[in-house]
């Protein structure tokens, strides 16, 4: 007898934009690999932001704590009026400590870098810095903001780098910081993450100023394996490193915490594009592969991931971001039709 088939509660958010068009590709990609999902849907946009006056709705909310795991689409927080961004206020309400952001080439997308293997992973602090959003205007036209760095935040981050590592293979794991100017502040994490790296001494530790690590970066990237950095590094790098592999119409992401997981694409709601049928689904749909992994539906993962990067080897179905002409759906399509055989 085949082996009973579990069900999975996932928290839809479809976002706006171009969130519905490449949510609605990613749900059908995981749907086709045959794992029994129960999605419940969860409306966020920037029309019910505006209405409700929160970012996060408590309905959201709800939702996330009785699933535990999310699939987000991109969301368009509203500029005025004072809402705290709708992904930083979901990070600190569900403690999602850990930005994960894997950067890997794909086949068959032209770039500078086609002819170099960039496999890297960046693990991200993601609810302090100067994203705590501590901003004072001391006097007319000046303006302070404060970095926070605390001794717990970069300690877990630092080990979750460092355990992802052991569990997956890695080699090496780079801190990335600019010690040299905030010494306190940059100093504190590095000392966090100096201490946690004598508990993985297989695992080859070091550090780079964050300026260098950019050029570097940019002149070997193949040389990066783990890369672990405080919140605002970890936002401009990944950015940076999405470039170097086809820009973030392929890159996924994950946020992760003790309790709760949401996975969603790096890029934003692109209202310019939306309904057009022009936008990438890859990023959304390799979250969706990093969501079974969490999930421990392993053979799923695997033909999912296979699925897309066979799309993107035979380039007859890609789209116009990466060079093809196919639509948003026709590129869904075409990764079904490969899981189905």
């Given amino acids: 007898m085949p082996p009973p088939t579990r069900t999975h509660a996932i928290t839809l958010v479809p976002g706006d934009g171009i969130g519905p ?28 932001i505006l209405e409700s006056g929160k970012s996060l709705p408590q309905y959201l909310l709800d939702s996330l704590n009785a699933t535990r795991i999310g699939l987000k689409g991109p969301v368009t927080t509203p500029i005025a009026g004072g809402f705290q961004s709708v992904n930083v206020a979901l990070r600190k309400a569900l403690d999602l400590y850990a930005n ?10 032209k770039t500078r870098y086609q002819d170099v293997k960039i496999d890297m992973v960046i693990f991200r602090e993601n609810t302090e810095d100067l994203y705590s959003g501590l901003e004072h205007e001391i006097v007319k036209d000046v303006v302070t903001s404060i970095k926070v760095i605390t001794r717990v935040a970069s300690e877990r981050i630092a080990r979750y780098a460092f355990r992802y590592a052991k569990a997956n293979g890695r080699k090496r794991v780079v ?17 966090c993450c100096r201490e946690t790296s004598n508990d993985f001494l297989d695992i080859q530790y070091k550090e780079l100023i964050v300026d260098n690590a950019s050029m570097q970066l940019v002149m070997r990237p193949e040389t990066f394996d783990v890369l672990l950095l405080p919140n605002l ?23 992760m915490g003790d309790t ?10 692109a209202p310019d ?69």
Avoid: C
């Avoid at 068009?21 to 019910?48: C, K, M, P």
């Avoid at 940076?240 to 996924?252: E, T």
């Avoid at 897309?308 to 179905?317: F, I, L, M, N």
């Fill in 260 to 269: 709760h997981a949401v996975f969603e694409a790096v890029h934003g709601s």
């Fill in 273 to 341: 594009i939306a309904g057009q049928g022009k936008a990438n689904p890859t990023a959304l749909i390799l979250s969706a592969v990093m969501m079974l992994i969490h999930m421990r539906e392993t053979e799923a993962a695997h033909k999912l991931q296979s699925a897309v990067e066979a799309v993107y080897r035979e380039g007859k179905h890609t789209t116009g971001d990466v060079g093809g002409s196919a639509s948003t759906e026709q590129f869904a399509d075409a990764v079904i039709r490969t899981i189905k055989g």
């Fill in 233 to 255: 590094y970890g936002d401009i790098v990944s950015d940076l490193a999405a470039g170097l592999v086809g820009g973030l119409g392929i890159v996924p992401g994950a946020n």
């Fill in 175 to 191: 801190a990335i910081h600019k010690a040299n100017i905030m010494k306190l502040a940059d100093g504190l994490f590095l000392r």
């Fill in 21 to 48: 068009e490449v949510a609605q590709a990613a749900v059908r990609a995981v749907e086709a690999t045959g794992v029994d999902i129960t999605w419940r849907r969860a409306e966020l946009n920037e029309s019910i």
């Fill in 100 to 109: 994960v952001r894997p950067i890997k080439t794909l086949p068959g997308i």
